[in-house]
């Protein structure tokens, strides 16, 4: 199974960091954001990650990824976006990148501006075991939860709704931007574009996708690892802060 590493935001909220540096390269606890996601990745023994950035920012990507050692076979595409205003949005950049890396099979679709530490490999199971599959992070706050993604689920851990930034989430559990899908979702990401739905976020597709085939849950608890958005200043400094104490 490859993985889709979604890059070419331009992080504006992150000003002045990220006016020369992407954020998903911004260290973290001395280590650039990438880092935690391609570690994550290869101790799933994930082979390949296709990483999917903008024009302003692919020669940053190409030299870090020349840099990094790692068993993952890391490929760098340019969506060709200089701008905010010319961006593809994360739904048109997955499509860019399934089709430009030829992605046929299974696949996972990670948001690069992630950190966490928790495995990947039980969420593969789950995916082997039951079909596409998110993952979902106790925040442990509903006031956090309403700056998220947040599903509802059956008893069985299927989705059956999703919001995007809910004034009134019914749970703490949201999602995380971490995803395995099966390889006819490939499809679906073409019907969802051709139908003229937002390419804007990944949390929109989920909203639809899972009307259109089954999507399971993976909840991650905070016991089994740390998951942190470089979304804003405050959470950059936040997941600093706690990934050096844990040395």
């Known amino acids: 199974m490859e993985c889709v590493v979604l890059c070419a935001g331009f992080a504006t909220r992150m000003h002045p960091l990220t006016l020369a540096t992407p954020k998903h390269l911004l260290p973290v606890a001395d280590r650039p954001v990438l880092d935690y996601v391609i570690e994550r990745l290869a101790a799933a023994g994930v082979p390949r990650a ?38 593809l949005g994360s739904i048109g950049d997955l499509k860019f990148a399934l089709d430009q890396a030829d992605i046929r099979d299974d696949f996972l679709v ?18 082997r075991q039951r079909g596409s599959t998110i993952v979902l992070y106790d925040v442990g706050s509903k006031k956090e939860a309403a700056k ?9 851990g299927r989705v059956i709704g999703f919001r995007e930034k809910p004034a009134d989430p019914s749970t703490t559990l949201i999602s995380v931007g971490i995803y395995a899908f099966e390889a006819k979702v490939r499809q679906l990401v073409d019907r969802y574009l051709e139908q003229r739905f937002s390419p804007d976020t990944t949390g929109g597709f989920i909203e639809w996708l899972y009307e259109q085939t089954p999507v399971y849950t993976h909840v991650t608890r905070p016991g089994e690892g740390l998951w942190f958005d470089i979304g804003s200043h405050e959470q950059y400094e936040a997941a600093s802060a706690q990934l050096r104490s844990r040395g």
């Open 110 to 127: 990670v948001n690069g501006d992630n950190v966490f530490t928790f495995a990947l490999t039980p969420v593969l199971d789950t995916f």
């Open 50 to 87: 296709v990483l999917v950035t903008n024009q302003t920012f692919a020669d940053a990507f190409e030299t870090w990824a020349a840099r990094h050692v790692s068993p993952v076979r890391l490929d760098v595409i340019d969506d060709g976006a200089t701008s905010n205003e010319t961006r």
């Open 148 to 156: 998220m993604g947040v599903p509802t689920c059956d008893a069985d």
